[in-house]
């Protein structure tokens, strides 16, 4: 967390509504200090202070086409400059170098400098220039009637921005367009929001990382893929460890008092993520760890299925935890019930929206829980996966979005919200 931001107090949420569970994480995320990045960095980041251009935008009065300067009217005679040698850098230069009197023309490409006394630029293609010396222009036959108007093919200075006028505001997003903006503005690097690091702390004594597991064994389902997917999101991983349970290693790495070797270096992000060990058994520590830590319960348990364990919790020092289910895809809608908000709070981002989808069939209420489905979209309708328990990947795997079923249950054609997939946010939605 930012040192000058101070903590949202919030009641802690004991088995939260799902929409209060996801308010509550981007109520208690406060934006990160900024920092200064190369432009072809700053892409996907919050623009921090607003954008201004350092002079004119275009900087100088240039022809948008190849041909010539001109003033008064035709015919022109075409000026050329003694000095034609030039570094080739220096070639838009070279039509600029001296004013025009009424009767004049100089050649000019794309992008040269407007000569002082230019009223307009016929295009090349409009033009004949004759064998006499000093050349004649004259207009040729593809020109048009009025070729050229005042002010044709010349793109005014400032005419986009002049000098010290806001071209991007702060707040802004950055899209491609915009970094482009603010290189045209005269800018190398642009203040945006530090993304949020996220430690990720792995629980399980279970969980192997490679080859086939044995019964009472699983595979790792989080290492290989959460890394990408809090990036997905906009969090930065800064470490990966896996903590044996046992309650000091997980106090010790929460604690930011150095309680051992592994205190606060293991977990130095904004944000902790934890999988696993959320529950009450002998074998679950996390619970009795945040305790010990004195961490605030700010999220204890959301009304949903999957993920109902989920917790939300901020430690003494002000880094925030989320403990997320060690069941695969309990672990997955908590992601992107608490995490993604969270993330988006820290970065200075609005609340990532839900967009609505008509279900495809009816489903039954399920008193007190609302329900995250992954569903599949066919003829505009959402058809809810059959693979949708909380140990189970396949259905999520193909899934084209996330059903938000509520606890009164729907029917089918009514409209109910839907999380998109943070991978598929820039596909189409499948038809
Ligand atoms: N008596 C009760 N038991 C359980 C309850 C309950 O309310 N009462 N809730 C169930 C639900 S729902 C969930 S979700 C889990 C939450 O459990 P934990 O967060 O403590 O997770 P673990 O027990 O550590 O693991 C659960 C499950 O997930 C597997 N796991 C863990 N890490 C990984 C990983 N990295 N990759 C793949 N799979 C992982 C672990 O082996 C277990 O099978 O509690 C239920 N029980
Ligand atoms: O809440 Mo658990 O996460 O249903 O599997």
Do not use: G, N, Q
């Given at each position: 967390m930012s040192d000058s931001a101070a903590p949202v107090i919030l009641p802690a949420q004991p088995n939260a509504s799902w929409a209060q569970a996801r308010h509550a994480a981007y109520a208690a995320a406060r934006p990160l200090p900024y920092e200064t990045v190369p432009l072809d960095e700053a892409l996907g980041r919050i623009l921090a202070l607003d954008t201004t251009a350092l002079q004119p935008v275009p900087h100088y009065a240039s022809a948008a086409m190849d041909g010539w300067a001109v003033a008064g009217a035709p015919p022109w005679t075409v000026i050329t400059h003694e000095e034609p040698e030039v570094e080739r850098w220096q070639i838009h230069r070279e039509s600029g170098r001296r004013a025009l009197q009424p009767g004049e023309a100089v050649e000019i490409l794309t992008g040269g400098l407007i000569p002082e006394g230019a009223e307009a630029v016929l295009r090349s293609e409009s033009g004949t220039v004759s064998a006499s010396t000093p050349p004649q222009l004259t207009l040729g036959e593809r020109a048009r009637e009025s070729e050229p108007r005042p002010g044709e093919h010349i793109r005014p200075a400032g005419e986009e921005a002049s000098a010290g006028e806001t071209a991007i505001p702060a707040g802004k997003l950055l899209n491609p367009a915009h970094i482009a903006l603010a290189a045209v503005c005269g800018h190398d690097n642009l203040p945006v929001l530090r993304s949020p690091r996220v430690s990720l702390l792995l629980t399980g004594d279970e969980v192997i990382e490679a080859g086939l597991p044995e019964p009472g064994q699983v595979r790792d389902t989080f290492g290989p893929q959460m890394p990408q997917l809090i990036t997905m999101l906009g969090g930065r991983i800064d470490v990966?460890?896996?903590?044996?349970?046992?309650?000091?290693?997980?106090?010790?790495?929460?604690?930011?008092?150095?309680?051992?070797?592994?205190?606060?270096?293991?977990?130095s992000g904004d944000v902790l993520i934890t999988t696993g060990g959320t529950g009450r058994s002998e074998a679950d520590y996390l619970r009795r760890a945040l305790e010990e830590v004195n961490a605030e319960l700010l999220i204890d348990g959301i009304a949903m299925r999957p993920g109902h364990p989920t917790m939300l919790a901020r430690l003494e020092d002000g880094r925030l935890l989320v403990a997320l289910p060690g069941n695969p895809l309990a672990a997955m809608m908590a992601v992107f019930t608490i995490v993604q908000p969270l993330l988006d709070g820290l970065r200075g981002a609005p609340i990532s929206r839900e967009r609505h989808v008509l279900a495809g069939v009816d489903l039954e209420p399920l008193p007190g829980r609302t329900r995250l489905v992954p569903c599949s979209i066919r003829d505009d309708r959402a058809m809810p996966s059959p693979y949708f328990r909380s140990g189970m990947l396949r259905g999520l795997a193909e899934a084209d979005a996330v059903m938000v079923v509520p606890p009164e249950g729907c029917i089918r054609d009514q409209a109910v919200m839907a999380l998109p997939l943070p991978w598929q946010v820039n596909r189409a939605p499948a038809g």
């Open positions: 990966v460890r896996r903590l044996p349970d046992r309650l000091e290693d997980v106090v010790a790495a929460l604690s930011s008092d150095a309680t051992d070797e592994h205190s606060i270096a293991m977990s």
